[in-house]
C-alpha cells in the first residue's frame, strides 16, 4: 500500500513551476478528437487522469504520444470507434467530454458514467440538456448511457445553472454542428476560454467565451497545430497555501495572475502577503494568521477546488473561521480526517466551522480526493510527529509529482510502500 509520510516542517521557501491545469488538460485531449490532423499540446501534466486518457486513445484508435521534449503528440485521424470502456471512463470525472468531442464524426457514443472525485452528486444533467437541444439522444443503462445524434445542428441553450463541464461539453458538440450555438449563463472559467481557444486555433469559430454568452459557428473541418496548456491555477493556490502552514515564502511560477484574483484576495484577508509578477506570484508570511469567512462559487467566486486546503490553513488561524461550501455541498470528506489530526472543526449543513489554533498530532488519515489530499499534507506539515496518508491514488489523480515539489520547498515529506516490515524499519506509529 503506497503512503505519504509528513513529518512536522518548519517554514517553507522556495520556488515551485506549476504544472499545466489538470481541468483543462482533460478538456483539451478530448477536443483533439474533433479534428482531422495532428495536434501537438504542450505543458500537459504526466498525472494519473492523463495516463487513463490515453489508455481510452488506444482503445478507440486516438494516439497519444509523449514527445522527447514533454509535449503530447496527438493523432486523430485514425479513430475507428466511439465505444469507450466504461471501467475506463468512469475512472475519473471528465470523461464525458469525449461525449462532445465524438458525437459529430461518429453520430453515436457510448460511455460509462462520470466517475473520479466523489462529492455524493455530480449531475450531468445540463450536459443532458444542451446536447439534447443539438439533437441528441440518450438512453441510459446500468453501467453505461448511449448518445446518438442523425445530425447536429445548432441551437439557443440557457444553462439552468454555471457549470464548466456542461458549457465545455456543448462547446466541443456544438464546433462542428451545423448552424449557429448560443450558450447563455455559460461558464466563465479560464478552462472554458483556454478550450474555445485551443479549438479556435484549429479553425473553430467560437465567440464570448469568458462571458456569460457564447456564439459558436460550426463549421465541418477542423486543422491541426500547436497550443500550450494554461497552467493550474488551482494547484498554485495551494501551494501559495503551504506559505502560511507553518510561515515561509514560496513562489508559484508559470501561472497566470489574473486567473487567481479571488484566491488571492482571499489569503490577503487570512495574512499573507502576496506579490505578483507577470508569470509569477509569492507568499510570504510570519506564521501569523486571521480567521476569517470564506463562500466557494462559480468563477471568478473562490474555487470549490480551494476549499478543502483553505481549511487546513485555517486550523492555523486563532479564533473561529467558517468556510461556506456553495457548489458541492457534501465536499466535506476531509473534515473527519482533520479531526484525526486533533482539529477542533465540524460541520453543520454546508458550512464548515473551524476554531484555529488547537495543536494538531499526526496519525493515520485516508485522502478522498485530490483537494482533499493537498488538504492533509497542509496539515501535515504543521501537526507534531508523523501523518501517514493513504488514498494516494487520488492525490496522484491531479499532481505530477505532489510529494517532490513540496520536498522542493523543504517539507519533510516522502512517498513509501508500507508493509508489516515498515514498523520493524523505524516507522512507528500514531
Known amino acids: ?14 520556488s515551485v513551476t506549476v504544472q499545466g491545469s489538470k481541468n483543462s488538460s482533460q478538456a483539451l485531449l478530448a477536443a483533439a478528437c474533433l479534428a482531422d490532423a495532428t495536434v501537438t499540446l504542450e505543458g500537459i501534466p504526466g498525472s494519473n487522469d492523463v495516463r487513463i486518457i490515453r489508455q481510452i486513445g ?44 465524438l458525437l459529430a464524426k461518429f453520430g453515436k457514443v457510448t460511455i460509462g458514467f462520470p466517475g473520479g472525485d466523489d462529492f455524493v452528486s455530480r449531475p450531468i444533467d445540463q450536459h443532458i440538456k ?6 441528441a439522444e440518450f438512453t441510459f443503462h446500468s453501467d453505461h448511457y448511449v448518445v446518438e445524434a442523425k445530425e447536429l445542428r445548432g441551437a439557443d441553450v440557457y444553462f439552468d445553472t454555471i457549470t464548466m463541464g456542461a458549457t465545455i461539453n456543448v462547446i466541443l458538440a456544438a464546433a462542428r454542428a451545423k448552424g449557429r450555438t448560443r450558450l447563455s449563463n455559460a461558464a466563465t472559467d479560464p478552462e472554458v476560454v483556454d478550450t474555445a481557444n485551443f479549438l479556435n486555433q484549429l479553425g473553430a469559430k467560437i465567440v464570448g467565451a469568458g462571458t456569460d ?67 509569477s506570484v509569492t507568499a510570504h508570511s510570519d506564521g501569523r494568521l486571521r480567521a476569517t469567512r470564506v463562500r ?3 468563477y471568478p467566486a473562490f474555487a470549490t477546488d480551494l476549499q478543502q486546503p483553505l481549511t487546513a490553513l485555517l486550523t492555523r488561524a486563532p479564533g473561529k473561521s467558517i468556510v461556506t461550501e456553495r457548489v458541492f455541498v457534501k465536499r466535506f470528506n476531509h473534515i473527519h480526517q482533520l479531526k484525526r489530526l486533533g482539529a477542533d472543526v465540524w460541520v453543520r449543513k454546508e458550512s464548515a466551522y473551524i476554531k484555529g489554533g488547537v495543536p494538531l498530532v499526526g496519525n493515520w488519515v485516508h485522502a478522498t480526493d485530490v483537494r482533499a489530499g493537498t488538504c492533509l499534507i497542509l496539515a501535515g506539515l504543521a501537526a507534531e510527529g508523523t501523518t501517514r496518508i493513504t488514498g494516494v ?28 516490515g515498515n514498523a520493524e524499519a523505524g516507522f512507528v506509529g500514531m
Open 296 to 298: 466557494t462559487g462559480m
Open 58 to 101: 488506444l482503445d478507440i484508435g486516438l494516439t497519444i504520444e509523449r514527445t522527447p521534449m514533454g509535449d503530447m503528440l496527438i493523432d486523430p485521424r485514425f479513430i475507428h470507434s466511439a465505444t469507450i470502456d466504461p471501467g475506463k471512463s468512469s475512472a475519473y470525472r471528465s470523461s464525458y467530454y469525449f461525449v462532445g468531442a
Open 1 to 14: 500500500m503506497k503512503v505519504i509520510q509528513v513529518q512536522t516542517s518548519g517554514p517553507l521557501y522556495g
Open 213 to 279: 454568452q457564447i456564439r459558436i459557428e460550426g463549421v465541418p473541418y477542423l486543422g491541426g497545430g500547436r497550443y500550450a496548456v494554461i497552467p493550474d491555477r488551482l494547484i498554485a493556490g495551494s501551494f501559495l497555501m503551504a506559505a502560511g502552514i507553518n510561515g515561509g515564502s514560496v513562489t508559484v511560477a508559470n501561472v497566470i495572475p489574473e486567473h487567481m484574483g479571488s484566491c488571492l484576495a482571499q489569503l490577503r484577508e487570512i495574512g499573507l502577503e502576496i506579490e505578483t509578477g507577470d508569470q
Open 130 to 135: 444542451g446536447l439534447r437541444a443539438l439533437g
Open 393 to 420: 491514488e487520488h492525490i496522484e489523480r491531479g499532481y505530477e509529482d505532489a510529494v517532490g515539489s513540496f520536498r522542493s520547498l523543504g517539507a519533510r515529506i516522502e512517498s513509501t510502500e508500507w508493509t508489516a
